[in-house]
Nanobody, 123 residues
């Protein structure tokens, strides 16, 4: 089984920055798509950003221009650089990976998920 471990969450003030990391227990070269998702209680889990094996990113409109997703396959790591954080960014953030192409995946279709890391942004 593939294990994903997220880290880097925490509490920051609005306007601050955090970098999330997700380390996989196996080579990430086998995963065409890696992504970050977030969930707030009472709402559906929403995609934040994905990145293909070739490094092509996609972003949710709410985070465009503020967040940057990247993957370092030599380190089996996915990252999310989050700048200009807003209180609306408060959520549990999860990384997920799948062997399929990002364009073929809906959030619920990702096969492997991490346990999540909490991000809290205060005013």
């Amino acid at each position: 089984a593939v294990r994903l471990v997220e880290s880097g969450g925490g509490s920051v003030q609005a306007g601050g920055s955090l970098t999330l990391s997700c380390v996989a227990s196996t080579s990430t070269y086998s995963f065409h798509c890696m992504g970050w998702f977030r969930h707030v209680g009472g709402k559906e889990r929403e995609p934040v950003a994905t990145v293909s094996l070739g490094g092509e990113p996609t972003y949710a409109d709410a985070v465009k221009g503020r967040f940057t997703v990247s993957r370092e396959n030599r380190e089996n790591t996915l990252r999310l650089q989050m700048n200009s954080l807003k209180p609306d960014d408060t959520a549990m953030y999860y990384c997920a990976v799948d062997h399929k192409y990002c364009s073929d995946l809906m959030p619920a279709m990702f096969r492997y998920w991490g346990q999540g890391t909490q991000v809290t942004v205060s005013t």
